[in-house]
């Protein structure tokens, strides 16, 4: 699977291909970050919107904290 670096781009190419192969073992996805980013805290008009929009793409969306 790719390995998108926005979150931990500070492991090396050897650290990645120890997630990516964890990832073909186990048929997962798995995400690496530093310092998990926080959930946004939504307020209920804003999780509609994300909910619909949800729906419309057939996705699922994450919210997180900018820092």
Known sequence: MDFDR?????LSED???EIQ???EDT?????AYY????????GDETLEKIK???Q???????A????
């Open 6 to 10: 926005a979150y931990a781009d500070y």
């Open 52 to 54: 619909a929009l949800e």
């Open 35 to 42: 310092t998990p980013p926080a959930p946004a805290d939504l």
């Open 15 to 17: 650290n990645v291909k």
């Open 64 to 67: 997180y904290q900018t820092h």
């Open 56 to 62: 419309k793409l057939c996705v699922r969306l994450v």
């Open 27 to 31: 048929g997962t996805r798995i995400l």
């Open 21 to 23: 192969k964890l990832e």
